[in-house]
């Protein structure tokens, strides 16, 4: 048999000391989540003499409809 | 000792093993996935294209939301997506996690929140079965989740059960006789912005471990060759 010729070990008995260890171990704190794509707001530079962007005139202004939002957690 | 209790016992073992290995470098679960982060934003998918694992079987991605959602004590979750085949990722079930790193709850989820195909239950008994933790090939995260799921195999094909039954319970006409206006009721459901869980099952890691693991001989199991872990098939 090439790859399942599986071999059985009988170790020692696990404690319920080394299993609360190890869960302890692994409680770690994780960081909190910041809110920043409802917060973060788009800073424009302008120089002097270029014409302002478009508020309600154009595509880009106009809300986008995302599939993200619609299916918030699809991959 | 019987297959399933083999299976249970092997999972374990396993599990415990990636427990200690996360807990020598102070990392758990999420943090093996926020390797590398300097801001955790919500609404944002970690990693963003997906985890691989289980033999690029299955895949999966943490977040968090800005409201919660399923649980209290959470601080986000993962989703789980396993490969239906023509390029197509069906989800498979939420695991929340607490604010330090601990599996709260499985949960199920309306098909609005994940969108795809909708999971039956053959389908899932069979991709269920198959999830694999190459510890050659598979990162940490990869193997962990692969051990939840194989942990909890005896208990997920339920929960999908739990969900087809609350989903029907939330159509609105449950006395319907047509077929067809029955599956209208149903898709509407599954559209139901109102409805973002629809089973969840509580997760004891403590208890589950100490259970399969506490007075027994522990059984590890090793392959020559491939050196792939394969847990023996319970049997459900």
């Not at chain 1, 302002?52 to 991959?75: F, G, H, I, Q």
């Not at chain 2, 415990?16 to 996360?22: G, T």
């Not at chain 2, 193997?143 to 942990?151: E, N, P």
């Not at chain 2, 109102?194 to 399969?212: F, G, V």
Request: charged share 25%; with cysteine.
């Amino acid at each position: 048999m090439k790859h399942t010729q599986a071999k059985l070990i009988f170790a020692g008995v696990i404690s319920a000391a080394a299993i609360a260890v190890a869960l302890d171990h692994n409680r770690q704190q994780l960081p909190i989540a910041e809110d920043l794509l409802a917060s973060q707001q788009a800073v424009i530079i302008i120089d002097e003499g270029e014409a302002m962007p478009a508020e309600n005139n154009d595509e880009c202004s106009k809300p986008v409809a995302s599939s993200r939002s619609a299916a918030p957690c699809s991959l | 000792m019987n297959n399933s209790n083999e299976h249970a016992t092997y999972w374990s073992l396993n599990l415990l093993d990636l427990l200690q290995q996360m807990a020598e470098k102070n990392s758990n679960a999420v943090l093996e996935v926020l390797q590398g982060i300097d801001r955790l934003e919500s609404e944002r998918r970690y990693p963003d294209a997906g985890l691989l694992f289980a033999d690029n079987q299955w895949r999966a991605f943490y977040h968090c939301h800005k409201d919660n959602l399923v649980h209290p004590d959470e601080h986000g979750h993962f989703h789980l997506f396993t490969d239906i085949g023509d390029q197509q990722w069906a989800h498979v079930a939420g695991l929340s996690i607490d604010a330090n790193g601990q599996p709260l709850q499985w949960f199920m989820v309306n098909r609005w929140v994940t969108d795809g195909p909708w999971l039956g239950h053959e389908l899932f008994l069979d991709k269920l079965n198959a999830v694999t933790a190459d510890a050659s090939n598979e990162t940490l995260l990869g193997q962990w989740l692969a051990s939840m799921l194989q942990l909890y195999n005896g208990s997920l094909p339920a929960l999908l059960k739990d969900r087809d039954k609350a989903l029907a319970l939330k159509s609105k006409d449950k006395s319907l006789h047509d077929k067809g206006l029955k599956d209208k009721e149903q898709n509407e459901a599954m559209e139901d912005r109102d409805i973002y869980t629809l089973a969840t099952l509580e997760i004891n890691l403590q208890k589950m471990l100490e259970q399969n693991l506490l007075n027994k001989p522990v059984i590890t199991q090793q392959q020559n060759q491939s050196n792939k872990k394969v847990a023996p098939r319970s049997v459900e």
